[in-house]
């Protein structure tokens, strides 16, 4: 591991950012005409409560968690908000490598709400793959990850 100084780190992560502003032609047909698939990772309180209510206009593909339990009460909060998705066309999914493998590249965003210690692989599989990730902070749990 190389240590850096706070400069290089800073530039290193602005960079970071920009690039997926120069990489937005890399979705089939522009997200302007058409609704994002989106896949959810973490269905507990934090998604129910902070992230759904911002989601009822666009399309759930995909749902992770590895309690089962959770799938109805995300649905039903979604349904409560005003989500006029089509229910019937969301798959359901307990690991979220699993999710991705079936998916591919399919989905348009995935949105990350794990415990603070499953952030940085849940994102990472769907970086690795092309897809754009909102990920609660922490993003990473340990300065490794990070790396």
Known sequence: ???CGRRTFLKAAAAA????????GCVSKPLAERKARIALVGCGNRMDYG?????VGEEIVAMCDPDE???PVIMAS?????????FSRIRFFG???????????ELDCVLVA?????????ALGAI??????YVEKPMVHTYAEAL
């Open 114 to 122: 794990t415990p603070n210690h499953q952030h940085a692989p849940a």
């Open 128 to 133: 690795r793959r092309g897809i754009h990730v």
């Open 78 to 86: 979604m349904k409560s908000r005003g989500y006029g998705g089509d």
């Open 51 to 55: 992230l759904v209510p911002d989601l």
């Open 69 to 71: 339990a959770r799938f």
């Open 17 to 24: 950012g920009a690039w997926p502003l120069f990489n937005l």
């Open 1 to 3: 591991m190389r240590d």
């Open 95 to 105: 690991d979220y490598n699993d999710m991705y493998a079936a998916y591919g590249d």
